[in-house]
């Protein structure tokens, strides 16, 4: 499902700063020796696109090696954060040059995808960060970390558009999309944690529009 939802108008364009230092990161999947009803994994895959073409390295649009992902729990498309101030529950970062794959623990329920922060000058300081649900086509993307398993929630894709109109003006549009790479991203969290071979769940990430 491809969804245009902001408009580049300089690449220093600064859309949120955001004190991370209130946001919480995860847990490894290291921290824990078997799940019960009171923990749960999410794994899947992130990559990066410019123009249609996966990025293997930082470009100038895109300087940092990561993506950082806020969520929070999800109660009613009406409690949605929408204080560019403030983090999202959990923030994780997901190394995109090396393979792109996470894997955190978070405590069971449903979620929604809060910002993805894709410029960073100084760390924990992003200065280029997206709300899918307050764009000028808005979207959410919700998931649910199931109890007691480890759920695959997606391999999501980040597809920048851009074209340069002259020297100093840089426009540009972001889809975000998803695919189902459920065998690949099992037999790559497998590798570390073999041990939760039969807690593995296939998730349901879902993305839905909405109306401002």
């Known amino acids: ?95 995109i040059f090396r393979d792109g794959h996470f894997a955190f623990v978070i405590p069971p329920g449903e979620y929604y995808f809060v910002e993805f ?29 199931i109890p007691n398993h480890a759920a695959y929630i997606g391999t999501i894709r980040h597809d920048f558009h851009t074209k340069w109109n002259n020297w100093f003006f840089l426009k540009g549009s972001l889809f975000i999309n998803y695919t189902n790479e459920f065998s690949e991203a099992t037999n790559w969290f497998l590798k570390a944690n073999p041990r939760f071979e039969t807690n593995i769940v296939e998730g349901a990430l879902k993305i839905e529009p909405l109306s401002n």
């Open 117 to 145: 922060d894709y410029l960073n000058i100084f760390d924990a300081k992003p200065i280029l960060g997206m709300r899918t649900y307050m764009g000028q086509t808005p979207f959410l993307m919700t998931f649910n970390a």
């Open 1 to 95: 499902m491809n969804n245009i939802f902001y408009i580049l108008r300089f690449i220093i364009l600064i859309v949120a700063l955001l004190p991370l230092s209130c946001a919480t990161f995860p847990l490894s999947t290291n921290t824990l020796s078997k799940l019960d009803e009171k923990n749960s994994i999410i794994f899947g895959k992130m990559e990066l696109l410019e123009n249609d073409k996966m990025i293997a390295a930082p470009s100038l649009i895109l300087l940092d090696p990561k993506i950082l992902s806020h969520i929070s729990k999800y109660t009613t498309d009406a409690s949605l954060n929408k204080n560019l101030w403030k983090p999202g529950e959990f923030a994780f970062k997901v190394p």
